[in-house]
């Protein structure tokens, strides 16, 4: 599966952004799919993950929880990321990632289809 990241952009601290991801193929529902940062610097991190086929189970790191909220829609092919009261280090490139061969997972390394990031960077 082909992913396509977008949404991001610079907003100030206690702001709110959205985050979309559209998926190529027909299978996508067949799909957990997660979303990842990569802060410079840094090792690329989970935020959260919703498992297929209709976003029953959604799991999310401890710093996004609460603030951030993942949800897909399968007749657009596409996962969302809503973020909000942003913080200053929630900046980063954001990814959207794909996996169907691993009970969900927060690993990066169980994730074999990857998007090309898009940047979030919030001023305080």
């Known amino acids: 599966v082909q992913l396509q990241a977008s949404g991001g952009g610079t907003v100030q601290a206690g702001d709110s952004l959205r985050l979309s991801c559209v998926a190529s193929g027909r299978t996508f529902s067949s799909y957990d799919m997660g979303w990842f940062r990569q802060a410079p610097g840094k090792e690329r991190e989970f935020v959260g993950v919703?498992?297929?086929?209709?976003?029953?189970?959604?799991s999310y790191s401890s710093s996004v929880k609460g603030r951030f909220t993942i949800s897909r829609d399968n007749a657009k092919n596409t996962v969302y990321l809503q973020m909000n009261s942003l913080k200053p280090e929630d900046t980063a490139v954001y990814y959207c990632a794909a996996q169907s061969s691993k009970a969900i997972s927060t690993a990066v390394l169980d994730y074999d289809s990857w998007g090309q990031g898009t940047q979030v960077t919030v001023s305080s």
């Open positions: 919703i498992s297929h086929p209709v976003g029953s189970t959604r």
